[in-house]
């Protein structure tokens, strides 16, 4: 197909993602990979903004069951987000690609603050926005962070695109190869089989707004524009 299938969409990105095949930090050849692909879609006329997670610095989440205060592990994740919508920033404008980076926490000499409309405004002059900070709110994931700020800008689909995974498994295929793959999925499902596509808040969401999940792997140079355009790969939730 040659036509997008879908005009406004939402990128969620994991921290591990932007890692590449590294273990931690960002993997500056595939940070450039990722942009040239957002380029060729901005190119098409699709408006895109991305969400970002900060796995690859930190996991509040890893911290928290170590005993730190929860409150203030997710806080230094919601920075770890930041640093990465920097960087990414930095590798879209390398390919004269316009973008602003909104913060949900305010820091107003590297980012614009969250406001809604002037996102919207931004997406409509085709720029690419990149939302960090998540929700700006402890206990909340960035996949709920995507979910929400999809709802907000109008995007009827959420890409998630996964750095060690290409879809939904009934388990860890890392760990058993033999799981089954799911090509397509409902929100109950996920939800009842506790798959962990989302977390359960983020998926809630989507399902009470009616947003496309699409999981997909970012191992094969060119994947975020394949589902754009419609090709069958990965797993939909909807």
Not at 114 to 120: E, F, M, P, Q
Not at 210 to 223: A, P, Q, T
């Amino acid at each position: 197909m040659s036509v997008p299938v879908y005009k406004r969409v939402i990128l969620k990105l994991s921290g591990e993602a932007l890692a590449g095949d590294q273990e931690y930090g960002i993997n500056q050849g595939f940070l450039r990979d990722i942009a040239v692909q957002i380029k060729e879609i901005v190119e098409s006329n699709v408006s895109i903004a991305i969400v970002v997670g900060g796995g690859n610095l930190w996991r509040g989440a890893d911290a928290d069951n170590k005993g730190m205060d929860r409150a203030t592990a997710d806080y230094m994740g919601m920075l770890a987000t930041a640093i990465n919508a920097l960087a990414l920033q930095d590798a879209l404008e390398h390919q004269s690609v316009d973008t602003r980076v909104q913060s949900a926490i305010e820091m107003k000499e590297v980012a614009e603050p969250y406001i809604r409309r002037r996102a919207l405004r931004h997406l409509e002059k085709g720029r690419v926005v990149i939302f960090a900070g998540g929700t700006g709110n402890p206990y909340f994931s960035t996949d709920t962070c995507a979910a929400l700020r999809a709802a907000e800008i109008n995007a009827r689909v959420i890409l998630l695109a996964k750095g060690q995974v290409d879809a939904v498994y009934e388990e860890d295929p890392r760990k058993n190869p033999d799981a089954i793959k799911f090509s397509e999925l409902s929100y109950l499902e996920v939800l009842n089989r506790g798959l962990g596509v989302m977390d359960a808040t983020a998926t809630s969401l989507c399902m009470d707004n009616k947003i496309k999940i699409i999981v997909f792997g970012l191992r094969h140079f060119g994947n975020i524009k394949k589902v754009i355009m419609g090709e069958d790969i990965g797993t939909t939730v909807s």
